[in-house]
C-alpha cells in the first residue's frame, strides 16, 4: 500500500475539477482494504468519481477503490446471480452482461461510474433502476473492520436514494454488488418514450439493440464526461403537491408530468430549467448543457465553487418562477 502525497483529483472525477488530495492511495484487494481501515477511519472513498463536486482539498485520506472482479452464480433455471467487485466500471459491466445475454441492465447502459457506488443513489434510466435487479451487496464497516451483507430490503431504495445517503451514510465501504439477472425469458422494458421511438422497426428487439438503442439517445443528449466534464443529472426530478402542479399547469400547459401518486406529481427539473432560461448558457468555465438542462458542465478548468455557486443561481431562478424548490443530486464535497 502507497501512500501518495498532493494528488490532483481531476482525473478521478468525471466532473474534471481540479482539487489536491494531500494523501491519497489505491487499494487493489479487500484485505489491503482491512488493513487500511485498521489504523485509518478519516477517510474520503472516491469509485469512478461520477457524482461528486469536489469544491475544496480533501484533508482526509482519500482512498481509490480499485477491486475489480465478476462472479457468476448460474445455478438456477432462467435466472443468474452476477457479482461484480467494487470497482468494476459500470458500463463495461452492463455490456458484459449482454454478451453474456444476461438481462436485466440493458437500460442502464452508458452510465458513468464503478459498480460500487451505483446502489448508493439507485441509479437509473429509461424505466428501470438499479433496485430492480439489484439481489445484495458486501460492505465493510468502517468503525469495526467487518463485512456486511446488505439485502434487498435493508437497502431503502427511493428515486435516486438508499440507506447509504441517509441513516449509515459515510459508515460503509461497499466492497462488491450482487445482481440478479435473466438467462432466458428476459423481461424488457421498452415503454420510455425515446426508446420505443429509436426501437419502432425492430420486431423483438434483443438486449443488445435495446443498449444500442439507450447509448444512442444518451449520446445525442449527454456530455461525454470524456470530452466535457459533468456529473449527469445534477437536480433530482422534483415530486410536487398535485394542488401546486394544477397552478402551474394552469399557467404552463405544456409542463410534462409524472404521476406518482394521488396526491404527488414529479416534473422534470431538465423542463423548469429550461423555460428559466438557463439551457444552453455559458457563465465562465462552466454552464448549462445545451442538450439537457439537468446537466451542468466543466469546460475545463472550472472550480467546484463556481458550478455550485450556478447551481445555487438556478435553485434560486426556479424557487422564484415556479415556487418549486430543486434538490441537488450530485454530492457536494
Ligand atoms: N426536458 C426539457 N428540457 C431539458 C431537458 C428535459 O424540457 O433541457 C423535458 C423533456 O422534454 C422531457 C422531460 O423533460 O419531457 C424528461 O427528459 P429526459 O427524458 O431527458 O429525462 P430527465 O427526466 O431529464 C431523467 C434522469 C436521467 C435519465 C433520464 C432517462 C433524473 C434526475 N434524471 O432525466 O438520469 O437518464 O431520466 O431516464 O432522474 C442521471 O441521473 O445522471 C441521469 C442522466
Not at 79 to 95: I, L, M, Q, S, Y
Not at 132 to 158: M, R, V, Y
Not at 242 to 261: G, R
Not at 275 to 285: A, I, L, P, T
Request: hydrophobic share 40%.
Amino acid at each position: 500500500m502507497n501512500i501518495l502525497h498532493n494528488i490532483s483529483l481531476k482525473k478521478y472525477n468525471t466532473f474534471g475539477i481540479d482539487v489536491n488530495a494531500k494523501r491519497f492511495v489505491e487499494i487493489n484487494s479487500i484485505a489491503e482494504l482491512k488493513k487500511l481501515v485498521s489504523n485509518e477511519k478519516n477517510i474520503f472513498l472516491i469509485g469512478g468519481g461520477s457524482n461528486m463536486l469536489l469544491t475544496s482539498a480533501i484533508e482526509k485520506l482519500v482512498v481509490h477503490l480499485n477491486l475489480k472482479g465478476i462472479v457468476v452464480n448460474d445455478t438456477e433455471k432462467d435466472v443468474v446471480f452476477v457479482t461484480a467487485e467494487a470497482g468494476e466500471n459500470w458500463h463495461d459491466f452492463v455490456v458484459w452482461c449482454i454478451s453474456q445475454n444476461y438481462g436485466g441492465l440493458e437500460n442502464l447502459s452508458l452510465i458513468p461510474g464503478n459498480v460500487g457506488t451505483s446502489p448508493i443513489q439507485n441509479i437509473g434510466a429509461y424505466g428501470v433502476e438499479i433496485k430492480d435487479t439489484f439481489h445484495q451487496l458486501e460492505a465493510l464497516e468502517i468503525a469495526t473492520g467487518k463485512t456486511k451483507i446488505f439485502k434487498h430490503s435493508d437497502c431503502n431504495f427511493g428515486y435516486r436514494n438508499s440507506v447509504f445517503k441517509n441513516k449509515v451514510k459515510g459508515q460503509y465501504i461497499i466492497t462488491s454488488v450482487t445482481f440478479k439477472l435473466t438467462k432466458s425469458n428476459h423481461k424488457t422494458n421498452i415503454s420510455y418514450g425515446a426508446i420505443k421511438e429509436v426501437l419502432k422497426n425492430i420486431e423483438k428487439p434483443t438486449l443488445k439493440d435495446i443498449s444500442n438503442a439507450v447509448i444512442s439517445i444518451r449520446q445525442s443528449k449527454l456530455p461525454d464526461p470524456k470530452k466535457i466534464g459533468n456529473s449527469g443529472s445534477f437536480f433530482k426530478n422534483p415530486i410536487i403537491d398535485i394542488e401546486l402542479f394544477k397552478k402551474l399547469q394552469e399557467k404552463h400547459p405544456t409542463i410534462p408530468n409524472y404521476k406518482v401518486s394521488s396526491k404527488e406529481i414529479k416534473v422534470p427539473a431538465g423542463w423548469l430549467i429550461e423555460q428559466s432560461g438557463f439551457k444552453g448558457k455559458r457563465y465562465g468555465e462552466t454552464g448549462v448543457h445545451e442538450k439537457q438542462a439537468l446537466v451542468l458542465v466543466n469546460y475545463g478548468n472550472a472550480s467546484g465553487k463556481e458550478v455550485y455557486q450556478l447551481a445555487k443561481k438556478i435553485q434560486q431562478t426556479v424557487l422564484d418562477k415556479f415556487a418549486v424548490p430543486l434538490e441537488i443530486e450530485v454530492n457536494i464535497i
